[in-house]
């Protein structure tokens, strides 16, 4: 039995969906759908504890070893990661009941359930495989499935929004499928590990190069990285608040491991960062993001936008990280992905109470928030002040690590833009406070807390931010180790 | 009880204290006797690491060396979260304590004397700004420092704009704006650096930047830190100061005279001398630069406040001035002029916290805010005016009042390192002070009241026992100065 | 020469580009969706253009022949078939309900409609 749990991890949630269909009541719907999230997270962190102590594990699907067959690898990076969006994924989906049923009709409750599992299985499939072209079959599986979760949301706008992303993410999908014919073309190979074994022999091909540019277009179309970002504001803005916090804090996550892994395990290091000026590209754009972002973001009047734009400017933070190309570098990407989910799950949360609560989460609902939702409030707080980079909360843990990862690259010059991003992620979140406790609300409006169902898992999310911030061995030790595995593979 | 945990204590119960004052805010009565028990109970677990701490110096005189000291976290290897007794953090924790439970009676009497709104917020946070400062007081090392620093600016934003209204908003916004930027933006980076350079925050004493750094990097970071701790008011770094003065009178005098200025004047101090080291900062070739802006910040101060009529403004531009003093003495390098620093930082709370007492017992009884409409008051208000006078002697640096040990001290230091650049600065704002609070005391003993004006007496009871308290404190620290001078001396020791 | 060695790449090249351009250019939503559509196929030739074998023939084993295509990216390409018609399933789906919602498929009308709302919110405000 647990020889087969990497295939089970991705097969449970794929089989549950369709299983979604014979049950009929929404409760019994959540009841099922928050158990095999949970199971998930329970054969996760399994993986992630025998991979600590005994290495990679290898599962050739159907027993066909790899060049043939298709190969799952869990090694210590992915395994980080799934433990990262299984439980996520869970303690969303705890939260999800009262704010689907408040914002999707009844009759198409179902489909937000079955939907959602059918991304978590791509999800989880991107990570698990160790295929080329099976990362682009589970993308497209992940990406269909974001796009109908989008089109639920209340507003038409969410509509507009899901069109958008669908056009785009489709582009960013050919071109990865693109990127993957054309390595398939010069090396006869869509095994990750043989490909990293049969580029360096055809390194000065030009199919190689224009395969290479079109993956990582594709990739960074998916992860948001500035400017590709376009579609991830209204995403985020229109879809039901519970898939902005799924998203948020999974799906972004989950494409910046694929551009890990490729550039690391398939393209190698050498290839893909000293012969491209891609660290300089991937820095100026990181840190372009950040301040356009950012400012971007103080002007915005829709919250749920807002925390999208702030989103755009954290994988600025970590494509910074990636483009530095040393193991701090790296691992500070990571410890930014790991947190930076666990800040905007907790954000993006605590939204979804407040628009259970008051329908909509703009400035204006915001007025006098402080004393009408104490808690919810305080979440975001926390979370925005993890945003910031506030000691004591994670969003320190990942700055610092950066920071360190530049100076002891030598870049000093880099420091300050990072010290000022801050301060404008100050700005942003400021104005969310001085609304929410200084300003009194406009009308009589009476909004108590939000439920508790919603606002545990929230808690429990901020409990992480601060947990995490303070003792944050677990997530240093796992990412160091994964780095560790990285920069082994390929010297 | 050990002391170490009184320390912890010492920096949690303020936050119990909080809570408790929240739960009970329906009931005013209940909620402001809270206040007063726990400022009391704050203030005497104080003295109790007080006298562990002195028991341990003793001790350490001796054979074994002792250090009180607690860790809670080690967030990144050589990042901790933790505090440590030493004798400058020792004196800070002891004048804030003190304080917090005369303002205590102060601000209880202030704030149903002029029926404020949304008191018990206001209580509430009183607390963690007391138990933020208590932090800072204790901080082991720079990162802690910095926390307790934040914690410090965001809590004390909603005190300051207590107001609400538009004008108080504008002015919250520089506050909070000046103070987080200038943390974030120079501070931080400061950390970071002595991090970079020697893998610890800590502070050790001596230092622990000795041959780490070239002259003009050791320059270039000492002005890092002296601007980046905004709250020590150096210009160019001043602008909230003043803004803040919008706060309710014993907000302005808790934390804009002993508090939050105090913070940042200590942790400049603290970090002069525990993570530069004073010998070490004596090589930076450019350190004279920063010493001039200092001077010019005094002066300057000086003759700002001379130009306002205001009386808040002007205590205000006073403060900055004042400030400006500890970050000199600290920047004379000599240990004479270091004592001198850490003097004056309890002087100087003593005696602004009456004067801005005073100003709210003014405003409180007479609702009069200008020093133009001060004609005469000396009359009504006989027991304000005298703490007034005595306050503003120890400003200017008169006998009776403390201030002018403190500056004795600045004095000779300056003239053992042959700074006179710094004792000409002391002589001319000395002068510049008299020049601005002679003529308000002269006009409130020997001018008369404008005609039709309306009676009043003195304000309530809970203000003027207050603010008789800190003067007579005033006095007593110039004939008793034993405490916080033994205090002084065992960090120059080190 | 090379123009007619590589037409099958010219080919895939040819509509690449028009099907982007389509996406790009115009505001119909369905017709964005052809666009789409066009240049999902050109990826579907690429891949079935590498792999053919010059001279091979289907890969059914037989004793007469010897030479076969290579039959990996053909089915490959069978699983981005299937992936391209649900999403075009699912965008034309979308364009049914944006069309109910807005009473446009024209990308200007959609834009402008909801700047409208956008403005009233902010009117509101």
Known sequence: ?491 | MSANILLQIAILFPLLASALILITGKNPGLRDKITLVSATFLFIVVIFIYRAFDASLQVEEGTAVKSIAVNWAEIVPGLHLGFKLEALGMLFALIASALWLVTSIYGIGYMRGNNEKNQTRFFMLFPIAISAALGIAFASNLLTLFIFYEVMTLSTFPLVTHKGSEHAMKSGRIYLGVLIGSSIGLFLPAIIWVWAVTGTTDFVAGGILQDKLSPLHLSILAALFVLGVGKAAVMPIHRWLPAAMVAPTPVSALLHAVAVVKAGVFSVLKIVVYVFGIDTLSDASYLHFLMYLVGFTIVMASIIALGHDNLKKRLAYSTISQLSYVVLGALILSPISVVGSALHIAAHAFGKITLFFAAGSIYTASKKTEISQLDGIGHRMPWTMAAFTIGALSMIGLPPAVGFISKWYLLMGAYDEQVYFAMGVIVVSTLLNAAYFVPIIYRAFFKTEADGSKPHGEANKAIVVALSITACMTILLFCFPNIPFALAQSIAVQ | MILSSHFNYWIVIVLMMIGFFIVISHGNLVKKLMGLSIFQTSVFILYISMGKVAGGTAPILDEAYSVYSNPLPHVLILTAIVVGIATTALGLALVVRINEAYGSIEEGDIEMQDCDKLDKENANK
């Open chain 1, 1 to 491: 039995m647990s020889a087969h749990l990497p295939i089970l991890q991705v097969i449970l949630p794929l089989l549950a969906a369709p299983t979604c269909l014979l049950l009929g009541r929404t409760q019994l719907l959540w009841m099922f759908t928050c158990g095999v999230s949970a199971l998930c997270a329970v054969i996760s962190f399994q993986l992630l504890h025998t991979v600590h102590t005994s290495g990679d594990i290898i599962y050739s699907l159907g027993g066909w070893s790899a060049p043939v067959g298709i190969e799952y690898r869990i090694d210590s990076l992915n395994a980080f990661v799934l433990l990262l969006v299984t439980s996520l994924s869970t303690v969303v989906l705890c939260a999800a009941k009262q704010s689907i049923a408040k914002e999707v009709p009844e009759s198409r409750q179902l489909y937000f359930y079955v939907a959602f599992l059918l991304c978590l299985a791509g999800l989880l499939g991107i990570l698990c495989t160790g295929d080329a072209f099976n990362v682009f079959v589970f993308l497209e599986i992940s990406s269909l499935s974001t796009y109908t979760l989008i089109a639920l949301g209340r507003d038409r706008r969410a509509l507009w929004a899901s069109y958008q992303y669908l056009i785009m993410g489709t582009i960013g999908a050919t071109f990865i499928l693109i990127g993957i014919g054309l390595l398939y073309m010069i090396t006869g190979t869509l095994n990750m590990r043989d490909l990293a074994q049969r580029l360096p022999d055809v390194e000065q091909a030009h199919t190689l190069y224009t395969g290479f540019a079109f993956f990582i277009v594709g990739v960074c179309l998916k992860l948001a990285l500035f400017p590709l970002h376009l579609w991830l504001p209204n995403a985020y803005a229109y879809a039901p608040s519970i898939v902005t916090a799924f998203l948020a804090a999974t799906a972004t996550k989950v494409a910046v491991y694929v551009l890990i892994r490729f550039i690391f395990n398939v393209f190698g290091f050498d290839f893909s960062l000293s012969q491209f000026p891609l660290p300089q590209i991937w820095l100026a754009l990181g840190i372009i993001g950040v301040f356009a972002a950012s400012i971007v973001a103080m002007s915005q009047h829709n919250i749920k936008r807002l925390f999208a734009f702030s989103s755009v400017a954290q994988i600025g933070y970590i494509i910074m990280g990636l483009s530095l190309g040393t193991a701090a570098g790296v691992q500070a990407a990571l410890l930014h992905v790991f947190n930076h989910a666990l800040m905007k799950g907790a954000i993006f949360l605590a939204i979804a109470g407040l628009c259970y609560r008051l329908g909509a989460a703009t400035m204006n609902e915001f007025k006098g928030l402080g004393k009408q939702m104490p808690w919810t409030m305080a979440a975001i707080v926390a979370g925005g002040l993890s945003l910031i980079g506030v000691p004591l909360t994670v969003g320190f843990i990942s700055k610092w690590y950066l920071v360190l990862a530049f100076i002891e690259k030598g870049w000093w010059m880099i420091v300050p833009f990072i010290v000022i991003g801050s301060l404008l992620a100050v700005v942003y979140v400021w104005r969310l406070v001085e609304c929410a406790y200084f300003q009194e609300a406009d009308s009589k409006r009476e909004a108590g807390e939000a439920p508790l169902s919603i606002l545990l898992p929230t808690w429990i999310l901020v409990f992480a931010n601060i947990y995490f911030g303070v003792q944050p061995q677990f997530t240093v030790h796992a990412t160091s180790i994964a780095t560790l595995g990285l920069f082994g593979a390929t010297p």
